[in-house]
């Protein structure tokens, strides 16, 4: 087959790649190949290099836990090889390679896309497959990102154990990346979750300057929005920063409370720094990155920098693992081979000093991240070969795309974890919370918490199990200190954790969950006190018929208006005898009718008011009650002219007998006073209000007087006429007995006025229910006065005194007023 230059270029770097590895813990042979690729080593500071170079990893820091994830692989594959259900006679085989740089160690990748050593770039993807049907690593997400687009272009599944980044869930970018670790969204939500659970909101967030902190740093800063936490400060670090300078800006900040969400280097030299700072008594929060990390429990003073507080998966031991160590890892001597080839980035110099106890007690973080992994890998590649009982077929048609639609579907228990993930390939969340114990002699990891997401979200922490410095009680990280029941929140400053607290006033209140920053108001028919956090339901006031004075009211004018009834029916029976047209004949018969209809009105004082109890309630009886003043005062003025006016101004006296001046005085001042009740009424009628500002617990329903002009019309007419009544009664102070009105009139005038004095005085300095029924019985007094000091004695006379009803016995006292006034 003829290959361009890139091609030829290519094979031979591959080549010498491929062919130069010998047999030993990096490889084994299989019908399915595998590649893993592991941070046996780090590179701690990168130098810029002006030559074409191979990065060769075996030259750098090393880093044994990145050997234990390796080991995790080979383990899970034995396990699958040996299993006789997963997938019967068919072997899993792997290439395993050393990955230390986040953009150099491509010669690997170079090796996993190849077919038998060779990439053809122009061959059809139906005529070529790699080498690798699926791969897993490597470990961090900047690495991840930089591989990935050549991993994923021909959808080899990429399922990957320590890449976190949000990014890497964009399936249009990355296809084929799969994922057993949860993303940095999960991380996140787990710290603010614990944050909030304690009650903290002045927070600090350092990481590095890499993908993997880059993320969380920004999707910190997005899903703390409307949680109440402030980031006061933010710092993303290079491994030659100045730690020391940072750590001294979060302790002058008052900062208590530590996020650090970067890989262990950065981890590590920011704890030994605030160690050799004696930075005291913080809350250290570590992401899963380093919080199972061995080595810094151990460092000298560390359990005075404070509380440890790390991020980890729930199930960080694996049955069968440890066996497998002490097995592969029994002899030095037997097994320095394994790890002595000095190509392909397959070396490790310091593995076999590596005893089987260092292997186990490193950092398990990942190892069931990459124990799911290749078990990810085997059960998607079982549903794909359609494997049974009975085996695996040979000659099923397989590419390696099929894995990743049957991986998508999966849904399988593993060491008492359910594998599943969603339409991104992320997988389902089972986060502990674990305390470092710092000041043992054995440093402990100590579970206190769990975060689950699966079969629901479930996030709970044991708090007594935190020994907290500050004796017992949660370390204070909060810019100001939190308001009292009551208090609303008034920002200061730029940040919104930051406030002073004002005192909701009354008849309003602050509710936290809705908003901590205002007082809202309460509902018309609620109200509370200064500081409240709920309101409370007004009691609605108003006279009711059942109560005790609206009874004894509504009795006292039932007899009233019997007795109005039984009056005039006397009167009407009795019409031509004197007393009667000595009362005034028909005007007494008016007055009476005017005094029950004024009477009706006082039962319009009981019940929830209405723009009709409004109407009824006064205008009726100020209208009605007025023309029977109207008649009383025309009954006295006539008597006057009767007896002291008629010889003095004949004429005058002809002309009002003539013209009937009395009716045609009473429907005057009745029409004037009439335009001016419709006026009152149309114009600022009485309305129905619901007081809610005289009480603070009630509600009073009552009448409210809109306009006191038109009212006060209303009232002057009434009251001038009353005045008039009182003048002319006085003036015939000395008239025969029988028509001698002046003290009846001036008592039930007295009456009239004083009642409604006082009901005025009341209202004007008195809000209360009790105002109406004061209102009610001055209306029944005032009646009740005419009644009884008008009509019950001449009724009174008619019953028991009918001698005195007679012709005669008037004439008789008409004659001696003639014979008074003569001798005079």
Known sequence: MHLDSNSILLLGFINSLYFSCSASDFSLDGDFLLGGLFPLH????????????????FRYTASPSGFQMLQVMRFAIEEINNSSTLLPNVSLGYELFDHCSNTKNFGSLLSFISNNGSIKPKVKRINYQSDVIALTGPYGSTRTISIAPLITMDLVPLVNYGASSSVLSNKLQYPSFVRTVPSNKDMINMII????????????????????????????????????????????????????????????????VIVVFAVPQYAVNIINTAIADNIRDKVWIASETWSMNQQLPREPGIEKIGTVIGITDRLLTLPGFNEFIYKDMGTANVNASKFQTNTCNQNCDYCPSLTAEDIINENPSFSFAIYAAIYTIAHALHKVLQCDTKGCPKNTPFEPYMLLGEMKKLDFPLNGRQVKYDKNYDPTISYAVVLWHTDENSPQFEMVGTYDTYPKTDFTIDNMRFPWRNNGLVPFSNCSVECKPGFARQPEGFHSCCFTCKKCPRNSYVDYSKDPYTCFSCAVSDWS??????????????????????????????????????????????????????????????????????????????????????????????????????????????IICVFKMAAQFPKLHGLWVKHNGQWLFIAFSSFIHLISCVIWTTVSPDIPIADSWTFKDQTLLMCEMVNTITFTIVLFISWFLGFLCLVFSYMGRDLPKNYNEAKSITFSLILYYLSWIVYFTAYLSVKSKYIMLLNAMAQISSIYGILFSYFIPKSYIMIFQPQKNTAAYFQTSIQNYTQTISRS
């Open 42 to 57: 780090e590179i701690d500071q990168v130098t810029p290099v002006f030559t074409p170079e191979t990065t060769k990893c």
């Open 193 to 256: 979750h614990m944050i909030r659970w304690f009650g903290w909101n002045w927070v600090a967030f350092l990481g590095s300057k890499d993908a993997y902190s880059t993320d969380g740093l920004n999707l910190f800063n997005t899903y703390i929005n409307n949680t109440g936490i402030c980031v006061a400060y933010q710092e993303g670090l290079n491994l030659d920063a100045n730690y020391s300078q940072t750590l001294k800006k979060i302790d002058m900040l008052n900062i208590n």
């Open 529 to 638: 006190d200064e500081g409240s956090t709920a309101c409370k339901t007004r009691a609605v006031v108003y006279l009711e018929f059942t109560e005790i004075t609206s009874i004894a009211v509504m009795i006292s004018v039932s007899f009233l208006i019997i007795l109005l009834i039984g009056i005039f029916g006397l009167f009407a029976y009795n019409f031509n005898t004197p007393v009667v047209r000595s009362a005034g004949g028909g005007m007494c018969l008016l007055m009476l009718l005017c005094l029950t209809i004024s009477s009706i009105s006082v039962f319009f004082f009981f019940g929830k008011p209405t723009s009709v109890h409004c109407f009824v309630r006064n205008a009726i009886f100020a209208f009605f009650f007025t023309i029977c003043l109207s008649c009383l005062t025309v009954r006295s003025f006539q």
